[in-house]
């Protein structure tokens, strides 16, 4: 069975969940292969967790020499790694930097690529929403070795025990890859909630929230949400821009999204609309967004949230 590298996502040797769904995805492919670019002294822990996801083999790019630099070493540690190990395909987390990353990656292996898709089966065949979400297209990669992108929740994790071998690569980085340093960086803030782009579940506010977000984040918190902000909310000072949600933010693809005091402007319905389950809550009953929901609730937002707020924490209690 042909091999599948599968890029772990993780902060500081700490595995984020679309990792899982890579592995789980990979399955589908051919016969997973984790690759860890980090700290060495985390791989053994690394290798255990993701072991439990299917991966049969974990290779170990120690990251001492690719700190402070951007991504251009990283995309030559896996070029490298790839002609080695001739993989079937190689997926890649759908981040800023996994895409830039693949980006190059694609064109140092001469091999086609595919971003941002949303769903990948045997072929690999890969599903994608395009064109600001007016199209769902498949496709698939007719040259080289397949890279592909892959959002966050664009499959459930099932775990399925692998070997987890550990087997280290190095990687010979060239001065080329080293001409863009990094010289200042700080941790993001820390919220206590899930991150938008990765979360299971969105809780969004937008023009009828009249700048007043306390109700969406009370839900979001009940639920274990995260919360995300139209443009309108965002231009208004209300929220920051990191919060945006829409064409010109951050595309989500949660299990449940929940819109609230949200037009559907369709600049917003191309950052949200491939979610599986869309709750929508409008004082507008003509609002566009009723027309792409599941579930639509016609009613104020500054009522209906605190009354679901509270019946949710009462059945948690």
């Not at 630099?69 to 981040?95: D, M, N, R, T």
Request: hydrophobic share 40%; proline share 6%; aromatic share 4%.
């Amino acid at each position: 069975m042909s091999e599948v590298l599968v890029v772990i996502d993780h902060v500081d040797g700490a595995v984020k969940k679309p990792t899982y769904e890579l592995l789980t995805i990979a399955k589908r492919l051919g016969e997973p292969s984790a690759v860890f670019i980090g700290p060495a002294d985390k791989s053994g822990e690394v290798a255990d967790k993701v072991k439990k996801y299917g991966a049969e083999k974990v290779y170990v790019i120690d990251d001492a020499q690719l700190k402070g630099y951007l991504v251009a070493p990283k995309a030559e540690a896996l070029q490298q790694l790839a002609e080695k190990s001739s993989p079937a395909a190689i997926l890649i987390p759908s981040s800023a930097e996994g895409k830039e990353i693949a980006g190059r990656l694609s064109i140092k292996l001469e091999s086609g690529l595919i971003t941002d898709a949303v769903d990948v089966q045997e072929g690999p065949v890969t599903t994608q929403s395009v064109f600001a979400g007016n199209f769902t297209v498949q496709a698939k990669v007719t040259k080289g070795t397949p890279i592909i992108t892959v959002k966050p929740n664009s499959a459930a994790p099932e775990e399925a025990e692998g070997a987890g071998a550990v087997e280290e690569f190095s990687p010979t980085i060239s001065d080329a890859a080293k001409t863009a340093q990094i010289v200042a960086s700080q941790p993001r803030q820390a919220t206590g909630r899930p991150e938008l782009t990765e979360a299971a579940i969105v809780v969004s506010g937008g023009r009828g929230t009249g700048g007043n977000f306390e109700p969406v984040e009370a839900f979001a918190d009940a639920l274990g949400a995260a919360v995300g902000a139209s443009r309108a909310a965002v231009d208004s000072g209300w929220m920051p821009h990191s919060f945006q949600v829409g064409q010109t933010g951050k595309t989500v693809s949660p299990q449940l999204y929940v819109a609230n005091g949200i037009s559907g402007a369709i600049q917003h319905r191309a950052g949200m609309q491939t979610s599986k389950t869309i709750v929508a809550v409008n004082k507008d009953e003509e609002a566009p967004m009723f027309e792409l929901v599941d579930f639509g609730v016609v009613g104020d937002l500054h009522t209906v949230l605190p009354a679901a707020t509270e019946e949710i924490n009462k059945r948690k209690g």
